[in-house]
Each structure stands twice: as C-alpha cells, then as structure tokens.
C-alpha cells in the first residue's frame, strides 16, 4: 500500500518536529510545512529522509487564503493528503486593557483561521478516500484561558468548536477530527520563561512535558486504531487542564 500522505502545519517547531518525526516513523511521506523558516523545514525533512523515511518540505503563509490554496493545490496533483496536523501558530501575550487589534488579529490567523486556510483545499478529496485524519494542536490555555493571553486562548478555544463542527460534518465519510490540548511541554520559550520549581508548583506531574508526548498521541490519533475516536479534546497536561 502508498504511504498515506501527511502533512504538519509549523512542522519545524519543537512540537511540530517531534510529530514529523513520529508520523514518518509509522510510515506516513510528510510534508513539514514552514511559514518563514523554510530552511529549518528542508534539514528537518532531510533529516526524516535520511532515517529511512518520506518527508518533504514547503512553505506558504498561512495568513494569506489565496496563497496556502494555491501551494496546496500543487500538491493535491500528486494525490490526496489524508492527515492534516495543524500545529501551526503563534502567541503575542499582554493583558487585554494593552493588547492592539494587531496583537488580537495576528494570534487568532495563524491558529484559527490558519486551520481554516490548511483544511479547506484538503478536505473534498480526503473525504473523497473514505479515510482521513485531522487532528488541531490546541493548548491548555483554550480550555482554561491564560493571563496576557486573551488572543492566543481565543485562537486555540475556537479549534476546538471548529472540530468539533468538522467531526460531525465527515465522520460518515471515514474523516475523524479531534483536538490535541498541550500543557506545558518543555522548549526554549518554556525554559526563559518558567523556572522548574514554578512549573513543579503549576503541573501536578511537577515536571514539563516533552514534545514527544504530544507527537505520541498524535501519532495514534493518525492511525487506524482510532478510526472510532472523533471530536475529542484531549489534554496532554501531566494532570493540568
């Protein structure tokens, strides 16, 4: 059988990498998508393709509708892309009284209307197969909200209802849907701004996640063993959220 084709929206980031590295493992050709850094895309893909696995990098900015469509477009001649992970996003945290419309604007399209911008040229043919697998990267701070972060827990809240919505609408067709809530999962911007002893007191587990743990359960979300598992939130949180 073809490998089933995947693709990872900010497929570079730390999350977004480890869930590359996983759906290539389970033997899936990934298409590691970049907004700006596409160099850090093509040595991931390198880097997947030299393991012995499928992964090809591009880039478009999610932002701009008619764009994504088009480079989407492109590679929907090649055949259906079955899995789409929308880990792509972006936070610009201050408290709501000192946030700018820019700052509300920018966070909510990448995360929200960025899913928006992925799934739409993809959704038509995956159904088309009679299987597929969508799976949003939301984040604890859309189930529970987060100070200074009015923006970004808007974004990942309304993946959520969107899901939802998309699980309800393709379930029929073989098409899952669910959500993937991340806690604190250890990375750069996690270690400048938090201190262990203060995630210790945060995480019931008293320690960060890795991303691995997020890509884990991706993985499985991706797999035919979920294939009865649609319109879910899960938190991967160590007891938060």
Same mark, same amino acid.
């Given at each position: ?27 899936? @050709?990934? *298409? ?8 850090? &895309?093509? %040595?991931? =893909? #390198?880097? $997947?393709? !030299? ?89 604890? @701070?859309? *189930? ?8 970004? &827990?808007? %974004?990942? =809240? #309304?993946? $959520?209802? !969107? ?79």
């Amino acid at each position: 059988m073809m490998p089933r084709r995947a693709l990872v929206t900010g497929g570079a980031s730390p999350i977004g990498a480890a869930i590359c590295r996983r759906l290539a493992a389970d033997g899936h @050709a990934v *298409l590691v998508h970049a907004h700006a850094g596409l160099d850090r &895309a093509e %040595a991931l =893909a #390198g880097e $997947i393709r !030299a393991g012995g696995g499928q992964a090809a990098a591009l880039a478009c900015d999610l932002t701009d509708m008619p764009a994504t469509a088009l480079a989407l477009e492109a590679l929907l001649a090649a055949g259906p892309i079955q899995i789409l992970v929308h880990n792509a996003g972006t936070h610009d945290d201050v408290p709501l009284a000192g946030m700018s419309e820019q700052q509300w604007r920018g966070v909510i399209d990448v995360s929200l209307n960025g899913f928006f911008a992925a799934l739409r040229p993809l959704i038509l043919p995956m159904i088309g197969t009679r299987w597929g697998r969508v799976v949003a990267i939301s984040s604890i @701070a859309g *189930l529970l909200g987060n100070r200074g972060q009015a923006n970004y &827990a808007a %974004a990942k =809240a #309304g993946l $959520i209802g !969107a899901v939802k919505s998309v699980s309800l609408e393709y379930a029929s067709r073989g098409v899952t849907a669910n959500t993937v809530a991340p806690g604190i999962i250890a990375s750069p911007a996690v270690t400048a701004a938090l201190t262990p002893a203060r995630i210790a007191e945060l995480v019931p587990a008293r320690r960060a996640g890795q991303p691995e743990d997020v890509a884990e359960l991706v993985g499985f979300l991706a797999s035919d063993r979920a294939g009865y598992i649609s319109g879910q939130t899960i938190a991967v949180g160590g007891g938060l959220g």
